[in-house]
């Protein structure tokens, strides 16, 4: 039995941003934290990629590739980004900037902000109240200069931002401090280079139990960017998590895999899914047992239908499985509905994980 209720993961987000700034602030937080640019430690050819849920691959840079993109750098910019200077008050170029855009690191082109999330703070410098994705920026306790205070770095080349302070506009409450020599501003309706794009993505649909594990499973997949909860294959369209669990909407908790085919093959997604759960099983996986526990793949393309028939055949030729009948359904296409956000993440959220089959 699933839990009940929780609380929305955005708001959980944001308090828990909160909370750990108001710890570092306060000179509490004696966690480890991460090195500081010229520290960062190498990501070798071959390193499993990180990605942000919004799909961008914010692996950590080597410190040759830093170097590299440093040459750019006017000395102004070099003195803040790596030796995490400060320009002076109201001096900053995009202080008073009201274009509608995205704002990007100056040294990598991760985008760090959005211009919807810009507001006048008095401070002298450029202020948010959130950043493009949470992911893309990373916390650093900073004891300098006497003070206390919550550093912020990009997350994936680990040049100096600025601070993240506890006094700013609602829904969050922060106010992101930057310098504007951190940031390069492309506006709303201009091409954004190469290395400030998300990256290409495909997507496949799983159903295979319990959504919680499958998802669980499928996000520590190297080259998976992101996995959703979510419903499919029933003949409800406005449904609820109680009413699916009835069986009588038709529907089967599924996993919606976001993923990069140049790290992970669709054919590789598919070993994956028959090691996570078991598909001989028919309607039901271990203690879970109903139609909305069903083994199914959900076809997003006619290449994926192909793929997946060709996989499903040649699995129950295999001595594995021998013996024993693949019960698990083949769908062409249909409609995803994303589950509540309590079901989200919930594993990465409260712990835990579902064992595989045969454990």
């Known amino acids: 039995m699933k839990a009940a209720d ?51 691959d914010i692996s950590p840079l080597t410190n040759a590739r830093i170097g590299e993109l440093a040459k750019g750098l006017t000395p102004e910019e070099r003195g803040i980004l790596l030796g995490k200077g400060t320009e002076p008050a109201f001096c900053g170029g995009l202080l008073d900037h009201k274009a509608k855009g995205n704002y990007t690191c100056r040294l990598c082109g991760l985008p760090l902000f959005r211009s919807d999330a810009k507001f006048t703070s008095g401070t002298g410098w ?11 920026i990373h916390y650093q ?5 006497g003070m206390v205070r919550t550093e912020i770095q990009c997350a994936r080349c680990r040049a100096h931002l600025g601070h993240v302070f506890e006094d700013g506009p609602p829904p969050t409450g922060l ?16 091409k954004l280079p190469p290395e400030s794009r998300p990256v290409p993505t495909e997507t496949a649909y799983f159903a295979g139990g319990c959504f919680w594990g499958i998802e669980g499973r499928f996000q520590q997949v190297p080259g998976v960017i992101d996995a959703v909860s979510g419903y499919m294959g029933g003949t409800v369209a406005d449904r609820t998590y109680h009413q699916v669990c ?51 793949i ?28 693949i019960v698990t359904q083949l769908v062409p296409g249909g409609t995803f509905y994303e589950a509540e956000e309590y079901h989200q993440d919930y594993h990465a959220k409260h712990g835990g994980s579902c064992p595989l089959p045969g454990d």
């Open 6 to 56: 929780a609380a929305p993961f955005g708001v959980l987000m944001t308090l828990a941003m909160g909370l750990m700034v108001l710890r570092m602030a306060s000179g509490r937080d004696h966690r480890p934290v991460s090195p500081a640019p010229s520290e960062a430690p190498a990501t070798e050819a071959g390193e499993r990629a990180v990605y942000s849920k919004s799909g961008y």
């Open 126 to 136: 450029p202020s948010f109240y959130q950043p493009v994705d949470p992911a893309h």
């Open 141 to 145: 306790r900073d004891v300098a200069h």
């Open 175 to 190: 106010r992101y401090c930057l310098n504007s020599a951190s940031m390069r501003f492309y506006a709303e309706d201009a």
């Open 246 to 296: 009835s069986g009588e909407t038709g529907h089967a908790e599924v996993v919606r895999v976001t993923y990069n085919p140049k790290r992970v093959t669709y054919g590789e997604l598919l070993e994956c899914f028959f090691k996570f759960h078991d598909p001989t099983q028919l309607n039901r996986q271990g203690p879970d047992v109903g139609s909305q526990y069903r083994s199914a």
């Open 298 to 325: 959900f076809a997003a393309n006619d290449e994926q239908l192909r793929k997946a028939k060709e996989h499903l055949e040649g699995l129950q030729q295999a001595e594995g499985f021998h013996g024993r009948r």
